[in-house]
């Protein structure tokens, strides 16, 4: 009985209107930072993610862009692998000569 001391718990007292505001006013405060920061938090936030999904939209579009122009470039070179007269016309635009020819340039007039 010596060793055992009752502890009574006091009785909380209401808080006053002034006290109950700033409660308010603080659990307000934190829950606006707390939206603030899953907004813009660096890495995680919503504004990183929405920027980052934007970006990966893009990259999925131009990698499909080049897949395009990855197949009409073989589609190119198995033309002109088996279309002589095709590579002719190819190496022709871009001034390539046969053995025996010879290339004029001609200045173009003036108007």
């Not at 939209?57 to 122009?69: N, P, S």
């Amino acid at each position: 009985m010596f060793g055992a001391v009752s502890q009574r718990k006091k009785p909380r007292k209401p808080l006053s209107p002034l006290q109950e505001i700033r409660l308010l006013k603080i659990i307000i405060g934190l829950v606006i930072l707390s939206i603030l920061y899953l907004l813009f938090a660096p890495n995680t936030g919503v504004y990183t993610l929405l920027k980052l999904r934007r970006q990966a939209i893009g990259m999925e579009q131009q990698t499909a862009q080049l897949i395009k122009e990855n197949q009409q470039l073989k589609n190119e070179i198995e033309r002109i692998t088996k279309d002589l007269q095709h590579l002719d016309r190819v190496a022709r635009e871009r001034g390539m000569l046969k053995d025996n020819e010879e290339a004029f340039d001609f200045p173009e007039a003036k108007k």
